[in-house]
T-cell receptor
């Protein structure tokens, strides 16, 4: 079945440093979504990427979708303590007939003030 | 709108007991899902539904049953709870056919239900 690998599993940074998490799929994806889960909270949708090579920005967050639509990344510039949480990617298999996302295991980001 | 509401938020069970988790959404979404989240394992799909009266198995369906008798509700049942089912359970919902309709297709999650089986 489809697998979505996400690295690193954990990342600890000093406030102001940059952060990147990477997502790789074993199959070609129709789209990829990113979610953020604050400690003790529930996942909240951040963004969806659909097109090959797509790049989207949300303030300090930059999301990329690979040319082959099998990998993606989330980059945070100049981290703040409010960025703390677990970031998940979730991919939709291009060969699938139902809307069933496969989640990566997430990257837990901690930020030292 | 309340979004996605899960009840109960916390529950402690003894091995062998049964219980039902209720998920309710008021966004008229067709698709609903039950995930479990365990440390280091991410979100794993238990069962899902693509519409009222339909259900399908996800990655880890064993030991769980589901029902979608009404469009707005998706129930997750544990017939005979086991310690391995200790977890945080999340319900989520979304629109139908996100790519084809051009809608985002984002998942809206409930706040979670923390279940402990002793």
């Amino acid at each position: 079945g489809q697998q979505v690998m996400q690295i690193p599993q954990y990342q600890h940074v000093q406030e102001g440093e940059d952060f990147t998490t990477y997502c790789n799929s074993s199959t070609t994806l129709s789209n990829i979504q990113w979610y953020k889960q604050r400690p003790g909270g529930h996942p909240v949708f951040l963004i969806q990427l659909v097109k090959s090579g797509e790049v989207k920005k949300q303030k300090r967050l930059t999301f990329q979708f690979g040319e082959a639509k099998k990998n993606s990344s989330l980059h945070i510039t100049a981290t703040q303590t409010t960025d703390v949480g677990t970031y998940f990617c979730a991919g939709l298999n291009s060969g699938g007939s139902n809307y069933k996302l496969t989640f990566g295991k997430g990257t837990l980001l901690t930020v030292n003030p | 709108n309340a979004g996605v509401t899960q009840t109960p938020k916390f529950r402690v069970l003894k091995t062998g007991q049964s219980m039902t988790l209720l998920c309710a959404q008021d966004m008229n979404h067709e698709y609903m899902y039950w995930y479990r989240q365990d440390p280091g394992m991410g979100l794993r799909l238990i069962h899902y539904s693509v519409g009222e009266g339909t259900t399908a198995k996800g990655e880890v369906p064993d030991g769980y049953n589901v029902s979608r008798l009404k469009k707005q509700n998706f129930l997750l049942g544990l017939e005979s709870a086991a310690p391995s089912q200790t977890s945080v359970y999340f319900c989520a919902s979304t629109y139908q056919g996100p790519i084809r309709t051009g809608k985002t297709g984002e998942l809206f999650f409930g706040e979670g239900s923390r279940l402990t089986v002793l």
